[in-house]
């Protein structure tokens, strides 16, 4: 079982571009949820992903949207990128949105130059 | 609305236990949650408790909860180097889907 993978690993972006990041969930999960993790803090929430629907949302702007696929896996979508933007962000799955156990990917460090 | 707070660091010998605290707002959360973080990479699921649990005990770990108090500790016995990371407590949101992370607490394990 590979596991939650997010790629790329790591990237760097010019304020002010636009930038996908990739997650493909454990196997045998169908819900994704993305956090952004900036320096020093603990993950902040973004949004759920659930049956290919937005199913929450935590306190982003609409610059932050997100996808998902028919097989579950997802994407996250950031425009006009800010400095600010520049964190590590963490996909989990679980196997639905309520599920007790998430479990989370290595992170993508986005750094916004 | 949603809180966690954390200690932000904590320092211990090997071989000794370590406990690293927590406290939360929402008397309402099912479950708790602890995850560590090594260098660079992403949160490792350690345990969790129920809400209508004290007490649970995995191996070298043990998790106490005092609801009353909205307070969390996780014991970490016989602490060795290989512990030293940032461990970041975590309770579902009121709609239990989202978690709501403290800060994390940095533990540093000597020799």
């Known amino acids: 079982d590979a596991g939650v993978t997010q790629s790329p690993t790591h990237l760097i972006k010019t304020r002010g571009q636009q930038v996908t990041l990739r997650c493909s969930p454990k196997s045998g999960h169908d819900t994704v949820s993305w956090y952004q993790q900036a320096l020093g803090q603990g993950p902040q929430f973004i949004f759920q992903?659930?049956?290919?629907?937005?199913?929450q949302r935590g306190n982003f702007p609409d610059r932050f949207s997100g996808h998902q696929f028919p097989n579950y896996s997802s994407e996250l979508n950031v425009n006009a990128l800010l400095l600010g933007d520049s964190a590590l962000y963490l996909c989990?799955?679980?196997?639905?949105?309520?599920?007790?156990?998430?479990?989370f990917g290595q992170g993508t460090r986005l750094t916004v130059v | 609305g949603e809180d966690v707070e954390q200690s932000l660091f904590l320092s211990v010998r090997e071989g000794d236990s370590s406990v690293i605290n927590c406290t939360y707002t929402?008397?309402?959360?099912?479950?708790l949650y602890w995850y560590k973080q090594e260098p660079g990479a992403g949160l490792q699921l350690l345990t969790y408790i129920f809400s209508n649990m004290d007490m649970k005990q995995d191996q070298r770990l043990t998790v106490l909860l005092n609801k009353k108090d909205k307070h969390l500790s996780l014991r970490i016995a016989d602490t060795q180097t290989g512990d030293s990371a940032i461990y970041f407590c975590?309770?579902?949101?009121?709609?239990?889907?989202?978690?709501?992370f403290g800060k994390g607490t940095t533990l540093s394990v000597s020799s």
């Open positions: 992903y659930y049956e290919e629907e937005e199913r």
């Open positions: 929402d008397s309402s959360s099912t479950y």
């Open positions: 975590a309770e579902k949101n009121q709609a239990g889907t989202a978690l709501i």
């Open positions: 989990a799955s679980s196997r639905d949105r309520a599920d007790t156990e998430a479990f």
